[in-house]
């Protein structure tokens, strides 16, 4: 199964401002390949699908966004709602410089807005400042331990670190705070599929991120089609290795 190196597609359409943090597109993708548009989590209602994924998604689209009903409670000024939108047209025209000047003056008028952590951790991370990027990010869920999109963020540079034990607990608080949350479901699968050599594991968070899109991805058909066929082949040969041990 081939996978190229996963990059961050955190720029940065914004979409929402809660009471801290922007949610944006993107976040992980693989090397050309746009992230499926996701349909927002619905309540399951009249009778449930055949498919054991698709019942299991619209559990998953039933549970809260904790992220979002905190960040609800918070009073954001439309001045840093706009400053916010300005950076993030900033990044979208690929001036980075521009753009972390402007959230690290959003940073002192506004520390208490966990997105504008995020941003300067993505910026950061773009400028290959590693390290930064990670002590950004972690100030982001400092202020806000549901902020799912630092949590993602952060599974990904501790991967690519190679601490894959760090990485997958930040993809688990991710998918604590917002179950339904595609991206790091499926970042998740790739990092048990490829780097913890858990292929069950892997194969479920492939399904699930599968039954969470409004359209299947071609890709990742392909990778649990993969997989299916490694976990028969292994377990055919576990049989086999039994059978000869009697």
């Not at 993505?122 to 799912?148: D, F, G, M, P």
């Amino acid at each position: 199964m081939k996978y190229s190196k996963g990059v961050s597609g955190s720029l940065i359409a914004v979409t929402l401002l809660l009471g801290g943090c922007a949610t944006f597109d993107g976040i992980v993708t693989r090397s050309n390949t746009t992230p499926p548009k996701v349909e927002q989590p619905i309540a399951p209602k009249g009778l449930l699908p055949s498919d054991p994924w698709q019942r299991e998604a619209l559990v998953l689209q039933a549970k809260p966004n904790r992220y979002q009903e905190e960040s609800a409670l918070v009073n954001v000024p439309d001045s840093a709602k706009s400053r916010f939108a300005a950076g993030a047209q900033l990044l979208k025209q690929g001036k980075l410089d521009e753009a972390k000047s402007l959230y690290e003056t959003m940073s002192q008028h506004y520390p208490a807005l966990s997105g504008v952590w995020v941003q300067l951790g993505s910026i950061a991370e773009k400028q290959a400042h590693v390290e930064q990027a990670i002590a950004y990010l972690r100030q982001a869920i400092n202020l806000q331990t549901s902020n799912y999109l630092a949590h993602n963020h952060l599974g990904l540079l501790y991967r690519q670190q190679g601490k894959f034990s760090v990485a997958l607990n930040h993809y688990n608080q991710a998918l604590d705070s917002w179950p339904a949350f595609t991206q790091a479901r499926l970042n998740r699968g790739i990092l048990y599929d490829l780097y913890l050599g858990e292929k069950e594991q892997a194969l479920a968070d492939y399904q699930v991120y599968q039954a969470l899109l409004t359209q299947p991805d071609r890709k990742v058909k392909s990778w649990i089609a993969d997989l299916e066929r490694q976990l028969q082949a292994s377990n055919a040969s576990s049989g086999s290795i039994k059978e000869d041990a009697l």
